[in-house]
Structure formats: structure tokens, C-alpha cells
């Protein structure tokens, strides 16, 4: 008997099983009066109020198929970023882009390099592909751009970089992210993850509109779940030489982003007002929650998201698990980051005065009970 005649139900190809699925964070609690969460990055000020006008208008439109090329959502990102619109494709997410990428671009036997605390979807979707994840450690929380190098093979055909990365809210210097092009082969997909770029205010960061621009084998994508509020419409695009955009577009499916989702978005990226007064906000609070956990006696990764990643000590009772559970009981939700590397620290992100004032006391109250 042969291998067909044995089976006995449908069969997943090679690597699928090999999945850990994604997990989220909690969203709810029970008991709780109030419940803050932060344990997603959503953006504490909300959609811009032109995004959600835009997003009610399309409740006319409903028995209408979606614009298959989203063209006014890609027109209102070409002109607030100065880009080319046929270099511009949008998806479900910045998710659903990393997922076509690894579609086009691997197959079984090839791999696909990333660093340890790297987002997750990279190894699911590399395993989805029948590829070879090859994770990289990270030095100190930031991606070391010499372990990546020593990485590759001549079965590399994607790099995945998150820049600034997440859970760690480090970032790479451009200079290190064009080291790392220097280095690369040039049939070698340099993926440029940079969900959290607007947050950002460094003198020597780029998103990585110049290297795509200037070269091959580089895609940047960008999402408006965070800097824009819009997480429930699932809004991603990505900006890639001509090449890579006339590819994905192949293997993309029709209509796979939906009326609401188009017009919000193009409302949302033209609000650069909404936008300003979000990455101020962020900064201010950032800066004050970091202050107030050093405070505290609890270690901090510098950020330059609009998150936090702070670690407790490894004790039987103030552990990070002890500290989500007590937080869990005030109200607080974070995020336990057990599956990114680091059991012994909590997310937050950075949410309401009322939340971030509200945390620090009740760590207070945890760590002297």
C-alpha cells in the first residue's frame, strides 16, 4: 500500500504543523470596573475625525465591489510621501504584504532570516511558504547587523528587518541598514518592516524610502494600525521597486482591501495635523512613563515607538507574571512577551493619561506590597 492509499484525511503540506499560531494580546478582563487596554499599540487619540467621515460616506456603496487597484488610497500615500504611485501596493494589513512576499519570493528549501525578537509573522508565514526560518540573535535588544551577514546562504532569498523593532522599540541607524544592503546578494529580498516609523525622532533613521528607491531588492512596508488609529480597518502598504510590485500584484488577491478601509485610509495620511498631535502626545508620555519605571527600580529598553518594554526582576513574587497579574486585577492590560524572548518583561503601550498615570501606581502598590 502507498502513501496516497494510506492516508486518511487531507494531509497540510510540509511545515504547515510546524506552526506556532499567533496569539494576541488579551483585550478583556472580567471583574475589572474599568478596563485600560494596552497590550495592542493602538493609539490612545483614536482614527482622525476625517478618517472616520470618510469611512461613514461608504455606507452608501455597500452592494459595490471595492476600486481593485485601491487608486485613492494609493494616490493620497503617493503624494503625502512623495512617492511614485506605481511603486505603491496596499493589502489587509502590513500582514497580508509580508505574506504575499513570502508567497512570491520563497519556496520549499529556501530560507528566510530574521532576528530572535522579530515579528512572529515572519516564521509563520516563511513555514506557510514551505521555507526555512534561520533566526539570528539580537545583541542587547538590537539587531546585530554582523550576525544577519553571517547568516546568509545560498538559500537566502528574504531578510526580514523591524525597524524600529517590536517588543524591543530599538531602532537601526541607517547607516547599519545600508551596511546591511552593502552585504547582501543581490537576488536577496531585503524586507524593511517599519510599522512604528512615524513615532520616530532620531537625526540618523529613514524608513527606507531612499534604499528602495535607489535599489532592487528592497521593499519598506508601513501600517495605519498605529500612528493613524485605524487597527479594525486592517490598512497596510508597501513601497517596492516596479519589479517586486508587478509579482505580488500576481499573486494578490482581487479586491483584497474593502471600500471603508480605502477611504478612511486617504482621509487618515492627508490629516497631517491628526498626525502631529499623536506623535507629540506619544513623545511626551513616553519620556514620563520611562522616567516613572526607572523610578520605580524596573529597567527600561529606550523606545522610539509608542511602546515600552520594561523588565522585572526574577523573583518568585515580583516577577512579570506576578506584576501582569496584579495589573490584570486593577484593570491593566499589557503584554506578556514570553514568546518574543523575554518571560521576564511586560509591553505597554503608551495610552491615556488616566492609563499611564494609573499604571504607575499600581506598580507602586505591587512592588512595596
Known amino acids: 500500500m502507498n502513501d496516497f492509499e494510506k492516508a486518511q484525511r487531507p494531509t497540510p503540506k510540509a511545515g504547515v504543523m510546524d506552526i506556532a499560531a499567533y496569539v494576541p494580546g488579551k483585550a478583556t478582563l ?29 455606507e452608501h456603496y455597500l452592494s459595490s465591489y ?33 505574506g504575499l512576499l513570502c508567497q512570491t519570493y520563497l519556496a520549499a ?39 544577519v551577514l553571517a547568516a546568509i546562504t545560498d538559500r537566502t532569498k528574504i531578510v526580514f528587518v523591524t525597524n524600529p523593532g517590536n517588543p524591543t522599540g530599538t531602532y537601526l541607524p541607517f547607516a547599519e541598514i545600508n551596511r546591511l544592503h552593502a552585504g547582501l546578494p543581490k537576488h536577496v529580498l531585503l524586507v524593511l ?6 513615532y520616530v525622532r532620531k537625526n540618523d ?23 493613524h488609529g485605524l487597527p479594525a480597518l486592517r490598512i497596510g502598504w508597501m513601497y517596492a521597486p516596479a519589479h517586486v510590485t508587478d509579482a505580488v500584484n500576481r499573486v494578490r488577491g482581487p479586491f483584497n482591501m474593502n471600500s471603508a478601509a480605502i477611504a478612511a485610509g486617504a482621509a487618515a495620511i492627508r490629516d497631517r495635523n491628526h498626525v502631529q498631535a499623536s506623535v507629540e502626545f506619544n513623545t511626551q508620555w513616553s519620556q514620563w512613563l520611562s522616567e516613572a519605571f526607572t523610578k520605580l527600580g524596573l529597567k527600561v529598553t529606550p523606545s522610539v515607538t509608542n511602546f515600552l518594554l520594561v523588565h522585572f526582576p526574577d523573583t518568585a ?6 506584576a501582569d497579574e496584579y ?11 514570553t514568546s518574543y524572548g523575554f518571560p521576564e518583561a511586560l509591553r505597554m503601550s503608551i495610552g491615556s493619561e488616566e492609563a499611564n498615570r494609573g499604571v504607575i501606581a499600581a506598580l507602586e502598590e505591587f512592588l512595596k506590597s
Not at 69 to 88: K, P, S, Y
Not at 208 to 216: E, I, P, Q, T, Y
Open 109 to 147: 528549501g529556501d530560507e528566510a532570516v530574521f532576528t530572535d525578537h522579530g515579528f512572529l509573522i515572519y516564521k509563520i508565514q516563511t513555514l506557510a511558504a514551505g521555507a526555512k526560518p534561520v533566526i539570528v540573535k539580537e545583541n542587547d535588544t538590537v539587531i546585530d547587523v554582523d550576525a
Open 30 to 58: 472580567g471583574g475589572a470596573n474599568k478596563v485600560h487596554k494596552l497590550s495592542a499599540n493602538e493609539s490612545p487619540l483614536g482614527a482622525s475625525p476625517h478618517a472616520v467621515e470618510a469611512y461613514r460616506t461608504t
Open 317 to 322: 513574587n515580583k516577577s512579570a507574571a506576578k
Open 327 to 337: 495589573l490584570q486585577s486593577k484593570g491593566y492590560i499589557l503584554r506578556r512577551v
Open 205 to 227: 533613521y529613514e524608513a527606507g524610502v531612499a534604499l528602495v528607491s535607489s535599489s532592487d531588492n528592497v521593499v519598506m512596508t508601513r501600517t495605519f494600525s498605529k500612528i
Open 193 to 198: 518592516d517599519a510599522a512604528y516609523a512615524e
Open 66 to 98: 471595492p476600486d481593485g487597484e485601491v487608486m485613492a488610497l494609493r494616490q493620497a500615500i503617493a503624494e503625502t510621501q512623495g512617492l511614485n504611485i506605481e511603486n505603491i501596493l496596499c493589502g489587509n494589513g502590513s500582514d497580508e504584504l509580508l
